[in-house]
T-cell receptor
Framework: DGGITQSPKYLFRKEGQNVTLSCEQN?????MYWYRQDPGQGLRLIYY???????QKGDIAEGYSVSREKKESFPLTVTSAQKNPTAFYLC??????????FGNGTRLTVT | AQTVTQSQPEMSVQEAETVTLSCTYD???????LFWYKQPPSRQMILVIR??????QNATENRFSVNFQKAAKSFSLKISDSQLGDTAMYFC??????????????FGAGTILRVKS
């Protein structure tokens, strides 16, 4: 079955460490997205990529970085510069004007 | 910039009854999509319904329907015959068309819906 796989489901890191969240899709979608979800704030766009080797900042890109070396993969790195990294992270993909298809998310806790 | 506002942080409804969730948005564009997504406790984001702004007819999906008022920039979701499985966080979302704008979704803060037996 086609879908988006985010791993791991739960991730724990110490403050000051960079951490990379994985997002893989086998839907052959060109566009991929990273959203952050905090309680009471809905989802906010971190980065998105419409094609391989190209990506754009979203509304809250500071402290994050991404790469898009392969069509099926769009990893997100949460750097030590991100002041409040504990959150739920959702990856999504789409093609054309189709609705976004979401992964199951990664809960990141930084202590 | 586009914004989406959901003014009801929490709502509850009795099983089998009807409930309406409110959403307003702000944009200066004429062509766009509006969505309702459901996020159950599993936290999986599930598309409930989509409305294209150029279509005057309100979208429906089984027990879910919308009341799209373009001039008022209002997009409410009606759930009929509420079921326990409808208990979830509901997000209203907006995106511009066409796809070259990036299909970026702008989300509201969400409404927690609890269906009581």
């Amino acid at each position: 079955d086609g879908g988006i796989t985010q791993s791991p489901k739960y991730l724990f890191r110490k403050e000051g460490q960079n951490v990379t969240l994985s997002c893989e899709q086998n839907l052959n979608h060109d566009a991929m997205y990273w959203y952050r979800q905090d309680p009471g704030q809905g989802l906010r766009l971190i980065y998105y990529s419409q094609i391989v080797n190209d990506f754009q900042k979203g509304d809250i890109a500071e402290g994050y970085s991404v790469s898009r070396e392969k069509k099926e993969s769009f990893p997100l790195t949460v750097t030590s510069a991100q002041k409040n990294p504990t959150a739920f992270y959702l990856c999504a993909s789409t093609e054309g004007n189709s609705p976004l298809h979401f992964g199951n998310g990664t809960r990141l806790t930084v202590t | 910039a586009q914004t989406v506002t959901q003014s009801q942080p929490e709502m509850s409804v009795q099983e089998a009854e009807t409930v309406t969730l409110s959403c307003t948005y702000d944009t200066s564009e004429n062509n766009y999509y509006l969505f309702w997504y459901k996020q159950p406790p599993s936290r999986q984001m599930i598309l409930v319904i989509r409305q294209e702004a150029y279509k005057q007819q309100n979208a429906t999906e089984n027990r879910f329907s919308v009341n799209f008022q373009k001039a008022a920039k209002s997009f409410s979701l009606k759930i009929s015959d509420s079921q326990l499985g409808d208990t979830a966080m509901y997000f209203c979302a907006f995106s511009l068309t066409p796809a070259e704008y990036g299909n970026k979704l702008v989300f509201g803060a969400g409404t927690i819906l609890r269906v009581k037996s």
